[in-house]
């Protein structure tokens, strides 16, 4: 490079060579256009590849499920591929286990139910029309005539012979197998894999945030990450729990479906107070069709009512405590929103994506206290 002789002038800064380019700064409205199109293609893949993407889903359950024991296995020295391979060994030989003695007794349970099924619903007919009686009695005959009496009688017997029928085909059918079949294949694959490489993909979704708001975004998630394991954790061992109770219970007040009831209403306790109303529920009819009399029924609501002192006092406090900043009214919305729009997947991605919205929620409020559109004081005239 040659330099100017003295007196001469220096070149312009243009002309030599190309001044630097510094980056583009972007706008306001980029930045939103950008945020809109990621999350209008992720619920366009949601709704296009709804049909098969709950083993994947599952199988991402899993991974953030083992994450931290995994974690603890690396630290340790053992590397992580290895300790990824004993954990998903481990969970599928718990299922195995499960499956291989749950389901032969499943199965004779609905196939008592096909053969009881008959007297089941002549057992809730004669229930409902001796207290239809009761009512008639009281209130008087032109208060219910025979042929609503009998409209009614008749009405309980057919529900109770479609539920029975439809349960025992969904448990026993070839739909409902293939469907296990195709999740116990596809998901320990996909779950191993995940598991495997989950720091890395961590850190690579971390290399793709946003720089502007990648220390609001990482604080975000780990919020998010706080609210969802200490909920997702603690709710999948109540549900555990409250499985066992109703099971054991039930089948020990001599309830003959119990275990099968037991064990829906412990699944079922995921969703906050549904699944025990609907537990009790069947339990109940269950109980006056085979019993017949009310001491049976009201041993089966001693169960529940217990169970639900149980899981309101001692598992639920002790387990999820404080941590929980997911409301009861919201996780339900969000089960059936989901389960509306993307059916058994969206009932899946309700909660992570209630604690999401509830964190991104919360964030926005306290920026709302903080800013001066909520702390400004009212102007006075003049």
Do not use: K
């Amino acid at each position: 490079m040659t330099r100017p002789l003295a007196g001469e002038p220096a070149p312009a800064p243009g002309r030599g060579r190309p001044l630097p380019v510094g980056p583009r700064v972007a706008t306001r409205a980029q930045r939103i256009g950008l945020a809109a199109g990621v999350a209008l293609v992720l619920l366009f893949s949601l709704w296009l590849f709804s049909a098969i993407l709950t083993p994947f889903v599952l199988a991402a359950f899993i991974a953030y499920f083992l994450d931290p024991p995994a974690t603890h296995l690396a630290r340790v020295g053992v590397p992580r591929g290895l300790s990824a391979l004993l954990l998903i060994l481990a969970l599928a030989a718990v299922a195995l286990l499960c499956l291989l003695l749950l389901y032969p007794l499943l199965v004779a349970q609905i196939t008592v139910l096909l053969q009881r099924l008959p007297s089941y619903v002549l057992g809730i007919g004669q229930a409902v029309r001796e207290a239809l009686a009761a009512l008639a009695e009281r209130l008087g005959p032109d208060f219910m005539d025979t042929g609503l009496q009998e409209l009614a009688v008749g009405q309980a017997g057919s529900v109770i012979s479609f539920l029975g029928t439809a349960l025992a085909r969904l448990i026993g059918g070839g739909v409902a197998l293939f469907y296990v079949f195709t999740l116990v294949t596809v998901t320990p694959v996909v779950a191993f894999y995940l598991l495997r490489d989950w720091p890395r993909i961590l850190i690579r979704l971390d290399a793709w945030l946003p720089r502007r708001s990648a220390a609001t975004l990482r604080q975000l998630a780990r919020d998010t990450d706080r609210v969802l394991s200490a909920w997702l954790r603690g709710q999948f061992i109540c549900c555990a729990l409250l499985a066992v109770y109703y099971a054991a219970a039930l089948s020990a007040v001599g309830l003959e479906l119990g275990l099968t009831v037991g064990l829906l209403a412990g699944i079922l306790s995921f969703i906050p107070y549904v699944g025990s109303v609907t537990g009790m529920v069947t339990a109940v009819t269950l109980a006056l069709a085979q019993f017949g009399t009310w001491n049976g029924v009201l041993l089966v609501l001693a169960v529940f009512l217990l169970g639900q002192v149980v899981e309101g006092y001692i598992i639920y406090p002790r387990l999820l405590g404080d941590r929980v900043e997911l409301h009861a009214v919201w996780v339900i919305f969000a089960l059936f929103a989901g389960g509306v729009a993307f059916g058994f997947l969206g009932v899946l991605l309700a909660v992570p994506m209630a604690a999401a919205i509830g964190v991104v929620a919360r964030y926005w409020l306290r920026r709302y206290l903080e800013s001066p559109l909520y702390l400004d004081p009212p102007r006075t005239g003049l």
